[in-house]
């Protein structure tokens, strides 16, 4: 089906979406706002990384395939919602992480969750694709959806995936233990948001919006805490200095 520059452009935009709001919303919780480019760096490596994670999960597929005496969504759900996770903490480690202007622990929240939105960006861009030929009004219609739903999980999991990078500034010497426990729960949360969905959409709808709901008011209590923190230590310096 060959689509007009118009359509191509419009089903783009439409993708990008969801995004560009929840980032939006996240940005405005952040007291000492980050450079614009360095958040525009992350998104797009987001978006960058999204082909090769259908890649290895096309593989992962395929190995599941052939194991039969345990449950193939399980494995399926379980390993992609790790690589997914990990990728999106990739990109901000090593792009990220050893700026100056990375220089307060909540600064990890904001930058896995623009990183996460440039994964979803590029998620819904090939969904958009996927269902246009269902007509726009279907194709609006699971964007919507995924605003709500995919999009959001996507900001929420790697945002706690954040909160313990910026934890670990705080522990240095137990930084991975600290940030394989993050993974751990970002994937354990997006795995369970996944099956659900797969086992029974109708009954997901209400058990995933509690879980995502859950998810916010936590980030939001796990950001504040990390800042405040954050200012305590400052505070004790320099109470000791002066």
């Not at 118009?6 to 993708?15: A, D, M, Y």
């Amino acid at each position: 089906m060959s689509l007009s520059i118009s359509t191509n452009v419009s089903l783009v935009i439409l993708g990008f979406l969801p995004s560009i709001v929840w980032l939006s919303l996240f940005l405005t919780k952040d007291p000492r706002p980050e450079p614009k480019y360095l958040i525009i760096k992350v998104f797009l490596f987001g978006i960058i990384i999204a082909p090769v994670v259908v890649l290895i999960e096309a593989i992962i597929s395929g190995v599941a395939s052939e194991i039969s005496f345990l449950p193939r969504a399980m494995i399926f759900f379980s390993l992609a919602a790790f690589v997914e996770e990990y990728m999106k903490y990739w990109v901000v480690r090593n792009s990220v992480v050893s700026k100056p202007d990375f220089d307060e622990p909540h600064d990890s929240i904001i930058y896995m969750i623009a990183a996460a939105l440039g994964f979803a960006a590029m998620e819904n861009i090939l969904i958009a694709f996927k269902i246009y030929p269902e007509g726009f009004t279907a194709t609006l219609g699971v964007i919507a959806l995924r605003f709500t739903g995919a999009t959001l999980l996507h900001a929420l999991a790697s945002g706690i995936v954040g909160y313990f990078l910026g934890l670990a500034w705080f522990f240095y010497h137990f930084k991975k233990q600290i940030i394989v426990l993050g993974l751990t729960i970002a994937s354990l949360l997006h795995l369970v948001f996944n099956y659900l969905i797969f086992l029974n959409p109708a009954v997901a709808l209400p058990s995933n919006t509690i879980l995502l709901l859950g998810m916010l008011v936590s980030l939001l209590i796990l950001f504040d805490k990390l800042k405040d923190r954050h200012q305590q230590v400052i505070q004790r310096v320099s109470t000791k200095i002066y």
